[in-house]
């Protein structure tokens, strides 16, 4: 595998399941971050990580809570989530968390809130 | 808080025609990149535009940055109908900030 893998690619969840989407850089990469994409809002930054610590959470609702085990893997656990909540969640990755360095995005998980 | 505005929102073109779309960003920034989407699939990097006039071009794609006036453009040349998606730019110091993108659709 190279790049940036998401998994699952699709899912479908109801309001009161939990689940978690997987992100995996193969890059070497020191930070990763979660986007969230929906229909009628720009990309939105949820989370940064840099060397499995957090610098940045946007004020994301606490039903989302990142995990980044180590500076490969970086995971997204959801927990009675809202509709409002489907969306596409993009994980990228760069070099160190700095704009100066190019983000590589995944190829996401569409998820459907039920 | 950092916006960043793209315009237009949506485009139609017709092969051969030239465009531009423009992406107006309101706090200072010496980096810009550009990213382009595919309907149903993930943000591939366009360009980093890095300094005060930069200009970058690939293909029929040409980017370029003017930091004082916090401007970056997209010029499309003689579109193709490859080209149609939609074109994201981003601009931001800790993490990126997107515009809202720009879908470009190419008629034949």
């Known amino acids: 595998e190279t790049g940036v893998t998401q998994t699952p690619r699709h899912l479908v969840m109801g309001m009161t399941n939990k689940k978690s989407l997987k992100c ?61 909540d489907s969306a596409l969640y993009l994980c990228a990755s760069s070099q160190e968390v700095q704009t100066s360095y190019e983000q590589y995005f995944g190829p996401g998980t569409r998820l459907t809130v039920t | 808080e950092l916006k960043v505005e793209q315009n237009p929102l949506f485009l139609s073109m017709q092969e051969g025609k030239n465009y531009t779309i423009y992406c107006n960003y309101s706090t200072t920034s010496d980096r810009l990149y ?63 900030t997107f515009g809202s993108g720009t879908r470009l659709q190419v008629q034949p």
Not at chain 1, 63 to 71: A, G, I, K, L, V
Not at chain 2, 61 to 67: K, N, P, R
Not at chain 2, 84 to 91: G, L, N, P
Request: charged fraction near 20%; glycine fraction near 4%.
């Open chain 1, 24 to 84: 995996e850089q193969h890059l070497g990469h020191n930070a990763m971050y979660w986007y969230k994409q929906s229909a009628k809002k720009p990309l939105e930054l949820m989370f940064v990580y840099s060397l499995e610590e957090r610098v940045e959470n946007n004020s994301v609702p606490s039903r989302f809570s990142p995990e980044c085990p180590n500076s490969s893997h970086l995971f997204l656990h959801l927990h009675t989530l809202q509709p409002e």
């Open chain 2, 34 to 96: 550009w990213y382009r989407q595919d309907p149903g699939k993930s943000l591939e990097s366009l360009f980093v535009l890095l300094s005060n006039g930069a200009v970058k071009q690939e293909g029929r794609l040409m980017a370029s940055l003017d930091t004082k006036a916090r401007l970056s453009t997209l010029h499309i040349t003689a579109a193709v109908h490859d080209l149609s998606a939609t074109y994201f730019c981003a601009v931001g110091r800790r993490a990126l």
